[in-house]
């Protein structure tokens, strides 16, 4: 399994990112995908979840209305579209199933 993150950078708050996670090594569209973020000094938390079809998602609260997770199946690629972005969303961002984690990408939001 090799799980790879990228589109993380600085943001100004208000900002939009949209992070991919590109997949191999694992039948990708039957497993659901997760994305999780640590910040320095804080335990690292589930942000989305989306099921094997993208048929169902789920969000922390703090980032719902804000973020959107969705998968592509045939690129074995899913997404993280970020909007509104708050200096409280920096974090490096990880994505993650079967109990893989990928190397993560930094998201700066500041001014």
């Known amino acids: 399994v090799q799980l790879v993150e990228s589109g993380g950078g600085l943001v100004q708050p208000g900002g939009s990112l949209r992070l991919s996670c590109a997949a191999s090594?694992?039948?990708?569209?039957?497993?659901?995908m997760n994305w999780f973020r640590q910040a320095p000094g804080k335990e690292r938390e589930l942000v989305a979840f989306?099921?094997?079809?993208?048929?169902?998602?789920h969000y922390a609260d703090s980032v719902k209305g804000r973020f959107t997770i969705s998968r592509d199946n045939a690129k074995n690629t899913v997404y993280l579209q970020m909007n509104s972005l708050k200096v409280e969303d920096t974090a490096v961002y990880f994505c993650?199933?079967?109990?893989?984690w990928g190397q993560g990408t930094q998201v700066t939001v500041s001014s």
């Open positions: 993650n199933t079967l109990g893989h």
């Open positions: 090594g694992f039948t990708f569209s039957i497993y659901a």
């Open positions: 989306i099921s094997s079809s993208g048929a169902y998602t």
